[in-house]
């Protein structure tokens, strides 16, 4: 199936640039993946759909212009999907391990769009950055009640968390850290992707989070709110 064909079945109509954008992306990822590890998925179809398909799910939830940080980013998922959709969204990309903060830095050069990936655990970076951003976005990084913590900091009062997961089980697992870090849960929006449920978590802030939050030394995930 084409690239456009994969999109089209999902909704998601792209301009030739863009089939462009996601081909370059494509070919040097898995070209990259042979130095070192970015994805268990390499062959084509299923880079597309459960990896670039399933980042662009969380777009509708995000406002124009919107200033957008995705934290553990790891190959760019779902940050640079969301940012060859949208060109309007300012988007960061955090992540603890360098040599895939050089590989989104060549990303960016390589299909010309302005993207800022910083070099930082998730925890340090929240320390310069509270309140900074309307919307936070992670997928596959930690369990919900662990993440929150992570991305919550980072968030406007007003703002939006967007968490990828399979579907809202961890929701109840993760209620205390909901209250605790001043969230609230919008909505779960489920989809079938070949089959596979797919599920992006959507909440709003709505109090200030308390300012010991998130914790140093590994602690939201040693000891979980």
């Known amino acids: 199936m084409s690239a456009q064909q994969i999109f089209a079945k999902y909704g998601f109509c792209l301009t030739d640039k863009q089939l462009q954008q996601f081909d370059q992306y494509y070919n040097y990822l898995v070209q990259t993946n042979e130095k070192f590890n970015l994805?268990?998925?390499?062959?084509?179809?299923?880079?597309?759909?459960?990896?670039?398909?399933?980042?662009?799910?969380?777009?509708?939830?995000?406002?124009?212009?919107?200033?957008?940080?995705?934290?553990?980013?790891?190959?760019?998922?779902?940050?640079?999907?969301?940012?060859?959709?949208?060109?309007?969204?300012?988007?960061?990309?955090?992540?603890?391990?360098?040599?895939?903060?050089?590989?989104?830095?060549?990303?960016?050069?390589?299909?010309?769009?302005?993207?800022?990936?910083?070099?930082?655990?998730?925890?340090?970076?929240?320390?310069?950055?509270?309140?900074?951003?309307?919307?936070?976005?992670?997928?596959?990084?930690?369990?919900?009640?662990?993440?929150?913590?992570?991305?919550?900091?980072?968030?406007?009062?007003?703002?939006?968390?967007?968490?990828?997961?399979?579907?809202e089980a961890e929701l109840q697992s993760a209620q205390n850290a909901i209250k605790t870090l001043g969230l609230r849960v919008k909505r779960a929006h489920h989809f079938d992707l070949e089959g596979a449920s797919r599920c992006v978590l959507e909440l709003t802030k709505v109090t200030p989070t308390p300012p010991k939050f998130p914790r140093g030394q590994n602690q939201p995930r040693k000891n979980p709110l």
């Open 39 to 167: 994805t268990a998925i390499t062959q084509h179809d299923e880079v597309y759909v459960k990896h670039f398909v399933d980042s662009m799910l969380g777009a509708t939830f995000i406002k124009e212009g919107a200033t957008v940080c995705d934290v553990g980013a790891g190959a760019g998922f779902p940050s640079v999907p969301l940012k060859i959709l949208r060109s309007d969204l300012d988007v960061t990309m955090v992540d603890s391990l360098n040599k895939r903060v050089n590989f989104l830095v060549e990303v960016g050069a390589l299909l010309d769009i302005k993207l800022n990936a910083v070099h930082s655990r998730a925890e340090d970076f929240a320390k310069g950055n509270r309140q900074r951003f309307d919307v936070a976005v992670a997928r596959a990084v930690a369990p919900l009640n662990v993440l929150l913590e992570y991305l919550a900091p980072l968030v406007k009062v007003g703002g939006t968390i967007l968490a990828y997961k399979t579907d």
